[in-house]
Structures are given as structure tokens and as C-alpha cells.
């Protein structure tokens, strides 16, 4: 039976022993990793609460007229976010230590740099579509990825 063990901020791993006797008589062991596992929602939803509260007490939640995008304990907030073509969404790193950055892959706009804590990042969303993107060091290891919906 696999062992779980919980390493901080780096999600749920599981690992599993695998025995191979050698030519020797010496037992080789290795460990197999799986991925973390999703949130659940409502972990999420507290995680972003968090964000939210994080961000009213850093900027008392000014935004002018963009969207934004919370980046919080490995979690954009909102994960998924619709806006009207021509809104700029900005992206601002809420976190007391950890740096993020954007990357609209798909779209084709290159990462950003890191955004440390109260740094942040604007793009303006000019065309109507669906524009997934992702934390460059965390996206795959931590999952931590977003999707803005641009619509008409």
C-alpha cells in the first residue's frame, strides 16, 4: 500500500516503493511520484477568500477599470474569469513570499517575468475567445492554471 506524505505547498504525492533484485542479491528501490491532486472546490473557494481579504488589506481593493486576477497560495483567483472584449485583466501576486508569473501559452504571449508579492502584470484582451494560461514554475507541478472567457 502506498505511503502518503504531505510536502508544504506541494500537494498531495504518493509513493510507491519498487523492489528489483539485482544480479548481486541487492534490493534497488525507487519512487514513483503521481502528480498533486486537484483542489477541491471548496478549498479553493477558502484559499481564495484568503486572496481577497489579502488583497483588501494591501490595496484596499482598488482596481480601476480592469479585472482582477489573484495570485494566492499556488491559485489563481478567480480561476476562470469572463470579460468583454477590450477589458484589460491584471494579474497581482497577493502571496507573502512565493513569485508567480503569466503565461498565455496557448495565445501565444510569452511569460512574464516573476511577479513578486504586490507585483502585478496587465494584458488587454482585444478579440473574443478562450485564453487558458498558467503560472510558468508552478502551472505543471502545482496545477496552478486559469482560463479567461472573452466574449463580444
Known amino acids: 500500500m502506498p505511503s502518503k506524505c ?3 505547498r506541494r500537494g498531495n504525492y504518493r509513493f510507491l516503493p519498487v523492489a528489483a533484485m539485482a544480479s548481486a542479491g541487492l534490493v534497488l528501490a525507487a519512487i514513483l511520484i503521481t502528480p498533486p491532486v486537484a483542489l477541491a472546490d471548496e ?5 481564495c477568500a484568503e486572496a481577497e481579504k489579502r488583497y483588501q488589506e494591501l490595496f484596499d481593493g482598488e482596481s480601476g477599470d ?7 497560495k499556488y491559485n489563481f483567483c478567480p480561476m476562470d474569469l469572463t470579460v468583454t472584449a477590450g477589458t484589460t485583466v491584471r494579474w497581482i501576486n497577493v502571496d507573502k513570499r512565493t513569485s508567480h508569473s503569466v503565461w498565455l501559452k496557448v495565445a501565444g504571449i510569452e511569460e512574464t517575468d516573476r511577479l513578486f508579492p504586490e507585483e502585478s502584470w496587465e494584458h488587454q484582451f482585444a478579440d473574443s475567445g478562450e485564453y487558458p494560461y ?17 466574449v463580444p
Open 6 to 8: 504531505k510536502w508544504p
Open 134 to 150: 498558467l503560472c510558468g514554475p508552478h502551472g505543471k507541478q502545482e496545477g496552478m492554471t486559469g482560463k479567461v472567457t472573452v
Open 66 to 72: 480592469v479585472s482582477v486576477v489573484k495570485m494566492y
Open 43 to 47: 478549498e479553493r473557494e477558502r484559499i
